[in-house]
């Protein structure tokens, strides 16, 4: 069964692992510093991507930008999280 070479994770059960997954995979679980930053960057132009739909009463944009915004606050979470541990431990 394919498994993540750096910390052993399984990837899969049922057959190969794509390109797109194993990216996936390392997006989550092991993004590099230049990651965090893009994300980061990514979470301040939608809230002002956001902020603009919403000033023109623009709801369903306003509505997918904020599902964008929720997935990108959600990775930035997993990427902060282990640094956060680290804070509280010290």
Request: overall charge negative; some cysteine; glycine content about 6%.
């Amino acid at each position: 069964m394919p498994t993540c070479t750096e910390c052993g994770q399984l990837l899969s059960i049922d057959g190969p692992v794509t390109a797109d997954q194993m990216e996936e995979h390392r997006l989550w679980r092991h993004p590099t510093d230049t990651d965090i930053a893009v994300v980061m960057h990514e979470i301040q132009a939608l809230g002002q991507q956001v902020q603009v739909a919403y000033d023109a009463r623009d709801w369903l944009s306003t509505y997918m930008l904020l599902e964008d915004l929720h997935d990108k606050v959600s990775r930035a979470r997993a990427y902060t999280r282990g640094h956060a541990d680290e804070g509280i431990a010290a």
